[in-house]
């Protein structure tokens, strides 16, 4: 099942989210002080195209430095993503077919605001240590 989602996924709402993440990525990257939010910001952008099978965890040995880039990244970026998360979670809730796909957007929102400390794993390993 997660193939098809994830297809369908891909059409209706992960290309163009995954449009925004890579522009962040790349306005980060310009400015050399930002290079690591913009590595987040590329990183979000791959799992934003094919999220099914896939989530995200906490990083353990993540720490003062993820919490300081995460409240800088929720001021630059992070909000205007998660808004955008969630108009596409409420238009995809409007079609029967849309719901699974909105319920991923509403997954994605805190992932948007808080990426730093955090890593993608399979859904089968979520607590796989890499």
Known sequence: ???????????????????????????????????????????????TLWPFGRTMVDKPSAGAGAVLGNIIWVLVAGWWLALGHLTTGIA????????????????????????LGKEIVPTDQPFAVR
């Open 1 to 47: 099942m997660r193939t098809p989602l994830n297809l369908i996924w891909l059409v209706l709402a992960g290309f163009w989210l995954a449009v925004g993440y890579a522009i962040a990525g790349i306005i980060c990257c310009v400015l050399i002080v930002t290079i690591p939010f913009g590595i987040a910001a590329f990183r979000i952008a791959g799992f």
């Open 92 to 115: 995809l809730c409007l079609s029967i077919i849309g719901i699974p796909l909105g319920l991923a957007n509403f997954k994605l929102i805190p992932i948007s605001l808080l990426p």
